[in-house]
């Protein structure tokens, strides 16, 4: 199954920044809600715009989105700061995900914390050299970031490799380079390939038709995962269709299921 | 001739562009003019746009990259004629933070302005901060980062220019998507800009 984790509550977002603020649990259990209802497994937490409030208010989210949704879904614990990913990773009551660990220098607390918690983990393809250029980088830093793993003892079926989508915007060859990461990190190391669609369109009209359009490609390179916004329709019928259409989806059953659910609403 | 090359900075003709430009200076037109009265007033127009939305980023890209391409030609011919640039930028991304697109989008659209642009890259320690500033005797210094976690170390690049007693001969601008002017503020930075275009304008105003 491909696996959706839904992004909105992220507090760089306006409406999830003022929730925040103001402790106003009903705007974040609609949008726990909404995420888990339109199909995303896991549910995205980023308090990290609260600075110095960041772990109270991450603990405070995890709060509110478990009392919602209960123990069907799980929690993403989205930050840089390695006290807050220890507390939000104490703080959740099923088995949450890192998001993320990379090659800098500053991730060994992450690696520590993935072994202590036994959390899976998005591990993203940068920081050994820098933010990925080619296909080649992207292929080299998942090297890295395997190696990591291998000697801290994190088994590789833990890992989804993030592939570092960057914007067509700023570089037309972009959306090629990460299409062909995907493809040489399936084939020559065999983990699992992660990606933040949307970020390949920043900076350009329409940004929902080229969003939707490259998750298509993504799926068919072999992408096992992405971090979106699950209440886009266009965004989930475009799973469902390309799965389906890859011959990835036996009798095309989830296509249908997805496709009377929505007749249903 | 000046409003052709204009038009074409608008246009982002690169390919032509180098024509246009050593045909203006065959008709006795001064680099300093084809500077000021066409390429600068086309980038002001390409931030405009951009901040009005009417502009994207590749727009923008197109239309800088075609101004580099006269500015390469011109660029001998000012020194030559000891025209100094409108002043002086160093622009990084800070520590630990590897993001440098708004970054160097930010770079671009000064230079158009017609400043000398020094971008040190992404990854820029406060000690590299300092250094450059020492060397290049910068204007204004440029902070960008993109995390929450890193945006921490602007405070820390602005101590170390107190320290090396150089923070009152530089004007220090920050930039970047968890930065707002509420932090600027709050750091004691002397601009905040939320994209390249008022990056452009506020290093005018701070000239």
Request: aromatic share 4%; charged share 25%.
């Amino acid at each position: 199954m491909f696996l959706i984790i839904g992004e909105l509550i992220n507090s760089s977002r306006r409406e999830v920044g003022k929730a925040i603020d103001n402790k106003d649990d009903l705007s974040i259990r609609r949008l726990a809600r909404g995420q888990a209802e339109a199909g995303a497994q896991i549910i995205d937490i980023n308090a990290g715009q609260s600075m110095e409030n960041e772990v109270s208010d991450l603990k405070w989210l995890i709060g509110v989105v478990e009392d919602e949704l209960g123990r069907d879904v799980r929690l993403s614990i989205d930050t840089s700061n390695p006290d807050a990913m220890e507390a939000g990773l104490k703080a959740c009551s099923t088995a949450p995900v890192i998001n993320s660990m990379s090659n800098e220098k500053k991730s060994v607390r992450f690696v520590e914390l993935a072994v202590e918690s036994g959390a899976e983990v998005i591990g993203l393809a940068m920081g050994e050299h820098g933010m990925p250029k080619t296909a080649e980088d992207r292929v080299e830093e998942t090297r890295a970031l395997l190696e990591k793993c291998d000697r801290a003892g994190i088994s590789h079926d833990r890992l989804y490799v993030d592939m570092i989508c960057m914007s067509v915007g700023s570089g037309i060859e972009q959306g090629t380079q990460a299409l062909q990461g995907v493809r040489r990190v399936k084939e020559e190391l065999g983990v699992k390939t992660f990606a933040a669609v949307s970020n390949v369109s920043f900076g350009l009209p329409n940004r929902h038709l080229l969003n939707r359009t490259f998750l298509a490609m993504l799926i068919e390179a072999g992408l096992d995962g992405a971090i979106m916004d699950p209440t886009d329709s266009g965004m989930m019928n475009t799973v469902y269709a390309s799965r389906t259409l890859l011959g990835r989806d036996n009798y095309c059953m989830q296509y249908i299921k997805q496709q009377k659910c929505r007749r249903r609403k | 001739m000046l409003d052709k090359i204009k038009q074409a900075v608008l246009a982002g003709e690169m390919e032509g562009i180098a024509e246009l430009t050593n045909q203006a200076l065959a008709k006795g037109i001064e680099a300093r003019e084809i500077l000021d009265q066409a390429l600068t007033p086309a980038m002001d127009i390409v931030g405009k746009e951009y901040e009005d939305g009417e502009r994207y980023v590749p727009e923008m890209l197109i239309s800088a990259a075609t101004m580099k391409g006269a500015v390469t030609l011109l660029k001998p011919l000012l020194v030559e004629a000891g025209v100094e640039a409108r002043g002086k930028f160093v622009i990084g991304t800070v520590e630990g933070d590897l993001h440098d697109i708004g970054k160097d989008l930010v770079a671009m659209m000064i230079e158009g302005a017609g400043f000398e642009v020094i971008n040190l890259g992404a990854e820029i320690t406060a000690e590299e901060f300092v250094k450059a500033v020492k060397e290049h005797k910068p204007n204004i210094v440029g902070m960008s980062a993109l995390l929450t976690t890193t945006m921490i170390r602007m405070p820390e690049v602005i101590d170390a220019l107190k320290q090396a007693s150089l923070r009152d001969q530089v004007k220090v601008i920050i930039g970047g998507a968890p930065v707002t002017q509420g932090y600027a503020d709050k750091i004691g930075a002397d601009g905040y800009a939320p994209d390249a275009a008022s990056a452009t304008k506020l290093a005018k105003s701070l000239t």
